[in-house]
Structures are given as C-alpha cells and as structure tokens.
C-alpha cells in the first residue's frame, strides 16, 4: 500500500519509488535504526551505485580463473619438455595430491569470503534521509559500523561531482553537502542520480527552514509531518 504523501513533500517526492536495483529507494518499507526519533520518517535510503562493485568482480573473476589458468600452463609446459624429450615436471613430487586438494580449498574460499565482504561492505554501507537529518551508516565488515548526521536545518550548500568514464555512463556521483555545523563537509559518496539528489536535499532544506522560521521551537518539529502509514518496524541497516 503506498504512503500517504502529506502536501508538503508531494512535489519533491511524489510517490514510492525505487531504482538502480535497490541502490535507491523512496520511501523505503521495513526499515528503521537505532537512534531514531519519535516521529522520525525515513524518506530516502541509498547506497552507492552498483557499478562501483565492477572492480572488485572483476578481481574475483581474474582470481577464480587463476587455478585452471595455470593447471593449463603447466599442462602446455610438460607436453613441451615431453616433445623434446625432457622428463616433465610432476606436481605430485613437490607435494601429495592430497595438500594440493587443500590448498585449492582454501584458496577458493579465500575468493569467497572477499567477496562476500566486499559485497557486505556495498549492501549495508547507507544513506538515510529523515524528516530531520541525513546519516550515513559506513559499515566495515571488520571494525565495526560507524554514523554520522547533518541536520536538514544546517544545510547550506549542496554540490555534486561526477568524474570519469563510468560514473557518467552510469549516471553517479558523489554529492558534497556543507553544513553550518563544526563539521563543514559531509561527503556521499557514488551515489546513483546525484543531481536529483542535490535537488531533493536542497528542497528538503529550504523546507526545514521555513517550518523553523514560522515558529517550530524544538528539533523533531522542524520538518514537515510523517506520512501516517510508513513508520513501519524493520531491521536495523
């Protein structure tokens, strides 16, 4: 069931949507955080663009491939010294059939665990737009998850900054939102469709601050209403 969209928001973010195959998500369904407010709406999760994974699947690919890619070689190399009459070289001498099992074992599912961390890293790696800030939830397989937050009412300028071959293919960026608060810089990094989010994030602030400027005293009454129905329980990202 779609969301009901208060007036405020229906022309910046009109309706339930979601793109980039899951890297972006408006009005996301069953997700929430641990420092969330009462009231507190989820109005935007991102992740960065898919596309930033090619390099590392392409490592795998390169790695997979190694093993069989030099079985062939020795292969080719003993059927040359057999050619010129040269015992070939038997890998059974240098160690049993058996360590060898072993040690393809391992290195395969060395091959595996960098993958699935690497993919880890990109999934729950977000970027969640509020009704009253932006956090960017930097999870890292081995230490641990980190977040950071800029209030919707301290932003001051929003830039975007698309550079090389794929993100212009691909349509990401990074977007570099400035903030009046000690820390100055808040960088999202690779995001699909960086301009509309620039758009999106600069219309949310000036909203913020209008509703700030009419009279709203406290913080979780500085921002426009939450629409009733999408406060739903979820996971934690």
Request: avoid cysteine.
């Amino acid at each position: 069931m779609p969301p009901r969209i208060p007036d405020s928001l229906s022309s910046i973010l009109p309706k339930r949507e979601r793109k980039s195959l899951g890297a972006l998500q408006v009005y996301p369904e069953h997700v929430s955080f641990n420092s969330q407010d009462p009231g507190e709406s989820i109005y935007i999760l991102m992740r960065s663009h898919i596309a930033v994974n090619i390099g590392w699947i392409i490592r795998l690919f390169v790695g997979l491939l190694a093993p069989p890619i030099l079985t062939f070689l020795v292969i080719f190399f003993n059927s040359i010294l057999e050619s010129r009459g040269i015992p070939p070289i038997e890998i059974s001498d240098l160690l049993p059939v058996s360590n060898w099992l072993m040690i393809v074992l391992f290195y395969y599912s060395l091959a595996v665990s960098y993958a699935l961390a690497n993919f880890l890293d990109w999934y729950f790696d977000v970027y969640l737009v509020t009704n009253l800030r932006i956090l960017h939830v930097d999870f890292r397989v081995f230490t641990g998850k980190f977040v950071a937050e800029a209030a919707l009412v301290n932003i001051e300028d929003v830039s975007t900054h698309i550079i090389g071959f794929l993100p212009s293919f691909f349509d990401y960026g990074d977007v570099l939102v400035q903030t009046a608060a000690e820390k100055t810089k808040f960088n999202l990094l690779s995001l699909p469709s960086p301009s509309w989010f620039r758009d999106v994030i600069t219309d949310l602030s000036n909203l913020a601050k209008g509703k700030r400027e009419r009279g709203y005293g406290n913080h979780a009454d500085t921002v426009y209403e939450a629409p009733s129905n999408m406060e739903e329980e979820g996971g934690e990202p």
